[in-house]
């Protein structure tokens, strides 16, 4: 069965500091993976997406994901954390037959 | 470009009464979905549209959920009679499905729906 598993409920790190927040899928052939960021009682925001190319992408509000296709991974990151990145990441996998599937979701809390 | 527009923000009834939400996404987007995001929980496909025509439902509870995108671009989605594990967030979204379709969804700020 196709997945998105994102391991970690809850992600903390102090402002400043460098942040991860990993991923790893398992769906057959070449997907589309995407990130996403939910601000409180908002929708979802378009982070950043791997489609092909150089395995480290470059999205909004500083933030960069490395996809890495042994381990099929495709972790969120940023060189340093903002009190304002704090809010909710989903990995995503888009596949055939325009389908979209969704992790569980991270919460990154950053300290100040 | 207007985003994906949804409505209300926020609705509140009892069990067994029926809600309507309703979407409308973004001008050119032929596909349509909603999700049904339980507090804690990543979005849960409900069903997908293309154009006016379902190509997922396989998650929607048909007994009391039902939806429809009769011209192919605002959708409805209904809920009679609620339960109080409907509580949740719904999210439309919309993505553009043309020659070469990037894969990135489009959301709507979401219905917040609380079931007493």
């Known amino acids: 069965a196709q997945s998105v598993a994102q391991p970690e409920d809850q992600v903390n790190v102090a402002e400043g500091n460098p942040l991860t927040v990993k991923c790893t899928y398992s769906v057959s052939g070449n997907p589309y993976l995407f990130w996403y960021v939910q601000y409180p009682n908002r929708g979802l925001q378009f982070l950043l997406k791997y489609i092909t190319g150089d395995n480290l992408v470059k999205g909004s509000y500083g933030f960069e994901a490395e996809f890495n296709k042994s381990q099929t991974s495709f972790h969120l990151k940023k060189p340093s954390a903002l009190v304002s990145d704090s809010a909710l990441y989903f990995c995503a996998v888009y596949t055939g037959g325009f389908k979209t599937i969704f992790g569980a979701g991270t919460r990154l809390f950053v300290k100040a | ?116």
């Not at chain 2, 929980?41 to 069903?47: C, D, F, H, S, V």
């Not at chain 2, 219905?111 to 007493?116: A, I, Y």
């Open chain 2, 1 to 116: 470009e207007a985003g994906v527009a949804q409505s209300p923000r926020y609705k509140i009834i009892e069990k067994r009464q029926s809600v309507a939400f309703w979407c409308n996404p973004i001008s050119g987007h032929a596909t349509l979905y909603w999700y049904q995001q339980i507090l804690g929980q990543g979005p849960k496909l409900l069903i997908q549209f293309q154009n006016n025509g379902v190509v997922d439902d396989s998650q929607l509870p048909k007994d009391r959920f039902s939806a429809e995108r009769l011209k192919g671009v605002d959708s409805t989605l209904k809920i009679q009679p609620a339960k109080l594990e409907d509580s949740a967030v719904y999210l439309c979204a919309s993505s553009f499905t043309g020659q070469k379709p990037t894969g990135e969804l489009f959301f709507g700020e979401g219905s917040r729906l609380t079931v007493l």
